[in-house]
């Protein structure tokens, strides 16, 4: 999915689905096949090389639409395990790395809390983030969505205090080097 360019200068393009279902992409994810679409087109247009990376239900819309793939495609784990974000940006890095000369990304996501953290991870890694309008995008709330988390905004808000806390009292753990409730030694008294 490469435009044919004698600029020097690449920005990764990343797609982050958002949401699950037997029969992808869903509703939140197609939204977001057209959004990266966009992104295309505008490094395109803007004298660059668009270097692209998709989660698997993203990659599959692309499929779909234009019969192209992305350059890197994080895919669905063979042993069932859920496919965190933090895993598919693993996967991105590695790639944006292998390729080379790549300091700009835009990012493609569920712009409600999870652009926030994808943002923040990736800035950690020292990635200039490119601002690009995503707008609304419909959250997938049906049954058939297997991530109960991203049916809603107030249950992704809920989903995200949750972990927050967890990492929070983690920490806090770890500070005062206290060791987690599951490996405390039991009293003999």
Not at 79 to 106: M, N, P, R
Not at 143 to 154: A, G, H, M, V, Y
Request: hydrophobic share 40%; with cysteine.
């Amino acid at each position: 999915m490469r435009a044919g360019s004698n600029v020097d200068k690449k920005v990764a393009i990343l797609g982050f689905s958002f949401g699950l279902s037997n029969n992808e992409p869903n509703k939140s994810n197609r939204a977001l096949v057209w959004k990266f679409l966009d992104a295309v087109e505008y490094v395109e247009f803007n004298d660059s090389v668009p270097f692209t990376a998709l989660q698997w239900e993203m990659n599959k819309g692309i499929l779909d639409l234009i019969g192209e793939s992305a350059d890197c495609v994080a895919e669905l784990r063979e042993d069932g395990v859920y496919l965190d974000s933090k895993l598919v940006w693993a996967a991105f890095k590695k790639a944006i790395e292998t390729e080379g000369g790549i300091k700009q990304v835009i990012i493609i996501a569920q712009p409600f809390l999870h652009m926030r953290s994808l943002k923040s991870m990736i800035r950690k890694d020292d990635f200039e983030i490119i601002e690009f309008e995503m707008g609304e995008i419909p959250f997938y709330d049906s049954l058939k969505n297997t991530q109960p988390w991203t049916r809603s905004k107030p249950a992704l808000a809920l989903y995200a205090m949750k972990s927050l806390s967890k990492s929070v009292i983690s920490g806090f753990r770890g500070k005062l080097g206290l060791q987690p409730s599951s490996h405390r030694m039991q009293s003999d008294t």
